[in-house]
């Protein structure tokens, strides 16, 4: 269980507000959290600094554009 009390979750500033988005943490000098906006309570994902920059850069580089 990953302890999410005093992570200051945030979204992109292009999210609609219907709460279909993910939101990111910062946990510590490594960790990134991950969850659901429309379940802030619900499960968490933590991945490496490594690991988001991974996937931010092949989304700008167009990956997963035939996912949307």
Known sequence: MI????????KAA???????CVELAPGGSEAVYLRDSKDPQGPVLMFTRT??????????????DDLA
């Open 3 to 10: 302890d999410t009390d005093g992570l200051q979750w945030r």
């Open 14 to 20: 292009a999210s609609t507000g219907n709460g279909a």
């Open 51 to 64: 690991e988001i920059a991974a996937f931010v850069d092949g989304a700008k580089r167009g990956e997963f």
